[in-house]
């Protein structure tokens, strides 16, 4: 025996069903396929939601909208083939309803990535201690998943477009300027194919990565993103330095964790040439000892330059990273003026005057 729902929507073609009672039934069938996935994801998330199963935490977050189009869209595509509503009204509610899916399928494809991303940066934090290969992960997955959204986008929108009867028919003659059309987009898109080109350059070779140091445009900064087309430089006083990503392919820069994080800093002091170096050295070293910036690596204190009134002392000293380094610099810096001032204060840069006896004939 048939179930009166279809019976009453897939009755002969000859029946007249109310267009009116056919509408509400798939209406209805929105709603009842709105209310099956909420009930359904309600349960997986009670299940498998918690933070500490990555995967199926982040599968169950980032599947919860697109699925909750899908399904009522698929219930509905289901209902509307099961009637007989007159040709030119079904025809183009499945074309639109067809339509949605894509859109919608898209959506979840790139959801799936987004899943993908947070499960490979969840196992490779930034905030690491050692954090290189994190970096570079961060780096490739960023800008792969930005071409593969692109890309996907692309395909969804393609598929809806060769769904109009007049777009496919329209296809040979596009095909036959494709050469021409091709060359003038070429023309009018080449900054943008070229750093688009230099950030698959860039996800390959990894010049630069997430949250590396770098000198760009004589600024010290930490790549805060890297997008498709440009970079993002987040500088020392919280400014955004934003670069074309082409431009890390074409021109010199410095990265100053291109291997490790590990780096070494210096500080430059002028002194009177009484100053007692070998004491200054001793007292580098128990700076560093004292502070929690050094690394225990590198250190030494040289007489790097020598003038006619004062000499150039250069302190060297390891840090874990670059911003250790420059709060270390300054403790250096700050307690080995302080050293001087409170104990050797004639070693502090002095400017020397001599006057000679001049004798009353020397005025004639």
């Not at 019976?7 to 039934?25: C, K, R």
């Not at 250069?314 to 403790?331: F, H, I």
């Amino acid at each position: 025996m048939r179930d009166p729902f279809f019976l009453f929507l897939g009755a002969h073609a000859g029946s007249a069903v109310p267009i009116e009672a056919t509408l509400a039934i798939l209406g209805g069938v929105l709603v009842g396929a709105a209310l099956l996935h909420s009930i359904g994801f309600g349960l997986l998330r009670r299940t498998f939601g918690h933070p500490g199963r990555v995967f199926a935490h982040s599968l169950v977050r980032r599947a919860k909208r697109p699925t909750s189009v899908i399904v009522p869209l698929v219930g509905l595509e289901i209902a509307l083939a099961a009637t007989h509503l007159p040709e030119n009204t079904r025809g183009p509610l499945l074309h639109a309803v067809g339509i949605a899916i894509v859109m919608s399928v898209a959506f979840l494809v790139v959801r799936l990535i987004d899943v993908v991303e947070d499960l490979i940066l969840d196992r490779h934090r930034l905030d690491a201690a050692d954090n290189l290969r994190a970096r570079q992960l961060h780096t490739q997955v960023q800008i792969l998943r930005r071409i593969t959204v692109v890309a996907v986008s692309m395909i969804a929108v393609a598929i809806v477009l060769l769904s109009f009867n007049r777009v496919r028919a329209a296809g040979a003659g596009l095909l036959a300027s494709a050469g021409l059309v091709g060359l003038v987009a070429g023309l009018a898109a080449r900054p943008t194919v070229a750093n688009v080109i230099a950030g698959v350059q860039i996800a390959l070779s990894q010049p630069i990565r997430v949250d590396d140091v770098v000198v760009v445009e004589g600024q010290l900064g930490r790549v805060e993103q890297i997008a498709l087309t440009h970079v993002v430089v987040r500088l020392w006083d919280l400014r955004r330095l934003v670069l074309p990503i082409s431009y890390f392919v074409e021109n010199p820069f410095e990265n100053w964790t291109r291997s490790t994080a590990d780096i070494i800093g210096w500080v430059y002091l002028e002194v009177d040439h009484t100053a007692p170096v070998d004491e200054l050295r001793t007292r580098l070293h128990e700076i560093l000892l004292e502070s929690p910036n050094w690394d225990g690596g590198v250190w030494n204190l040289q007489v790097s330059n020598a003038g006619p009134s004062t000499i150039q002392l250069r302190a060297t000293m390891s840090a874990p990273s670059s911003s250790a380094s420059w709060d270390l610099q300054c403790e250096v810096r700050e307690r080995l003026v302080a050293f001087l001032r409170d104990h050797h204060p004639g070693a502090l840069p002095r400017v020397r005057m001599e006057t000679a006896p001049v004798g009353v004939g020397s005025w004639l």
